[in-house]
């Protein structure tokens, strides 16, 4: 297939392919986002007023859980099929449900929002796995609820640990007591250092090494039996992560890679085409299609191959934060994309100038505002980002102030329109026609026509004459007459009004001849006028008719004056 057959096949794609990233983007992004922890319909709520009502409700709603999960895992491997059966679904969701109701006993204020589903999970299974392997108080060294009823405690520690459950003081939640914040971020490591004890509880097995060295969510699928099946180097761990499951992310993000670079090759084909639709389309192609891989990378490890543990966390963060950026480079470049395709009548009005502007200043909002929520998202400070973007726009405020007012100044001009494209004005002492009124400068093709470019904060405030406006066009001319005494003179002045008077073209009742004043060698008599158009072109016409007939007067009275006269004819001798 030749190139010129293939450009028409990449510019019919181009739209189906953005459909398509749309589509895979929503999917991906709400549907594909990690599995939020149970419901709790059926579940009462968790039990917090004291250290004791916290660490046993807690204690018991794991142990029942994991042990519903395990028993549901054995009877799915019973079990034929590629599904789960009903009865094992029932037991996952009354499991999950127990999990989300534990999942209240800690404080997880600090967790980024991004990672908050998938580490509520984890931090609920790493923390029964540690304290399986502690050796607790006995129920009544801990306070109770008539403790607590008697005297409040701001926090009480696991005997010999830095596990801590503390009274909140603030928010919807205060005076619960919950597992501290720094108790749930250290989760992880208190689980690599005890995890080779034995427990003490006696419950066997670590349900959080089974549930980090398999796929699936809460409960691994069908096709874990082929992963049991895989040789023993496979599924040592490293870093957390058993090495198949290494190698399942790598083959992911490889996918993912494939793909983007294969959409910057369409988007370039289909860049080429003169729809203006179609070259909408290209620039948002590219950081579409690594919006969507970022997001399919993020779905398939956490909810397929389930990583675990700070691989995940950093996963997700850097995935999810690929996502956003690419969602508002796709913004700018549809903003300008759209912007470059903006066309109006006048395509170097003020109009058209602030209609791409505002196109690109609404990319640039919409932008801001994927920044500052992905911000949040991720875990970034929103008030110091807020606090740094304010301190960055003041200081670019003010390096930028001949900028502002010189748009300030183009927003004036369209308000007032003292000017339009295609306008005579006169500025100062200098006229021309208005070539261009931008969001900068305003240009203007000058009569001997050089370009005068002009900023807006500068144009807007001098005197501007819009000659183009005006109703009729003024004549004003200043003629030589012959006449020497007062008689001759005030008759010659009414004989110029009337021949100016004559023209077609001139106001009714216009018509000004007045003698100009001074002691000149010889009388002249200024001319006032209008001539009747708004149009330079043929102002300039009807001018020129008028001085022609001005000067084709003076040239005959200039004749008659030296023609003889018949008094002064000297009759000739007769030679007789």
Not at 33 to 51: H, N, R, V, Y
Not at 429 to 452: A, C, M
């Amino acid at each position: 297939m030749t190139i010129s057959s293939r450009r028409p096949l990449r510019e019919a794609a181009a739209p189906l392919v953005a459909a398509l990233l749309v589509v895979l983007f929503v999917a991906l992004q709400f549907l594909g986002s990690p599995q939020a922890l149970g419901s709790l319909g059926f579940i009462a709520p968790a039990q917090t007023s004291s250290p004791r009502a916290t660490l046993e409700g807690f204690r018991a709603d794991v142990s029942q859980a994991t042990a519903l999960l395990m028993g549901a895992y054995r009877q799915n491997v019973s079990e034929p099929g590629v599904s789960w059966s009903e009865s094992v679904s029932a037991k996952v969701a009354e499991a999950d449900a127990l999990l989300a109701k534990a999942s209240r006993s800690l404080d997880l204020r600090d967790i980024p929002p991004v990672e908050l589903e998938h580490r509520r999970l984890e931090s609920v299974l790493l923390l029964q796995e540690v304290l399986d392997r502690v050796p607790l108080p006995d129920p009544s060294a801990v306070p109770g609820d008539g403790e607590i009823a008697a005297k409040p405690v701001p926090a009480w520690n696991v005997p010999g640990t830095e596990i801590r459950i503390i009274r909140i003081a603030d928010g919807p939640r205060a005076g619960e007591y919950l597992f501290s914040s720094e108790t749930v971020l250290r989760l992880e490591d208190f689980y690599r250092l005890i995890r080779s004890e034995p427990k003490l509880s006696g419950v066997p097995g670590d349900f959080y090494d089974f549930f980090s060295q398999s796929p699936g969510h809460l409960l691994p699928p069908k096709w874990y039996s082929l992963v049991e099946a895989l040789p023993a180097p496979l599924k040592v761990e490293i870093e957390g992560q058993a090495v198949w499951q290494w190698i399942a992310f790598a083959l992911v993000t490889g996918l993912a890679i494939g793909a983007v670079l294969g959409m910057r090759s369409l988007a370039r084909g289909a860049g080429s085409s003169r729809s203006g639709t179609v070259q909408l389309l290209p620039p948002m192609i590219l950081p579409g299609s690594l919006a969507v891989a970022a997001l399919f990378v993020r779905y398939m490890t956490d909810s397929q191959i389930n990583l675990t543990g700070r691989v995940n966390n950093g996963v997700e963060e850097i995935a999810q934060g690929i996502a956003y950026i690419a969602m508002i480079w796709a913004v700018l470049a549809f903003s300008n994309a759209l912007a470059g395709r903006l066309y109006f009548s006048a395509t170097k009005s003020i109009d058209a100038h602030l209609a791409r502007a505002a196109v690109r200043i609404g990319g640039i909002a919409v932008a801001l505002v994927l920044l500052i929520y992905g911000a949040s998202h991720l875990g970034i400070p929103l008030a110091g980002l807020l606090a740094g973007l304010g301190v960055g726009g003041l200081a670019v405020a003010l390096a930028a102030k001949p900028t502002l007012e010189n748009f300030i100044g183009g927003l004036i001009l369209y308000a007032d329109r003292p000017v339009r494209v295609g306008d005579l004005c006169r500025f100062g002492n200098l006229e021309g026609r208005v070539e261009e009124i931008g969001i900068r400068s305003t240009r203007i093709r000058g009569l001997d026509r050089t370009l005068i470019t002009i900023p807006n904060a500068t144009f807007v405030n001098m005197n501007i004459i819009n000659l183009t406006s005006r109703d009729r066009m003024p004549y004003d001319r200043v003629v030589g007459i012959r006449a020497a005494d007062t008689a001759a003179i005030r008759h010659e002045i009414e004989a110029v009004a009337a021949l100016v008077a004559e023209h077609p073209k001139i106001e009714p009742g216009s018509v000004q001849a007045r003698l100009r004043e001074g002691h000149e060698e010889k009388p002249k008599v200024e001319i006032h006028a209008l001539i009747a158009t708004s149009k330079w072109d043929d102002f300039l016409r009807i001018q020129q008719e008028i001085d022609l007939m001005l000067r084709d007067r003076m040239l005959a009275a200039a004749r008659a004056e030296e023609a003889p006269s018949a008094d002064n004819v000297v009759p000739l001798k007769d030679p007789a």
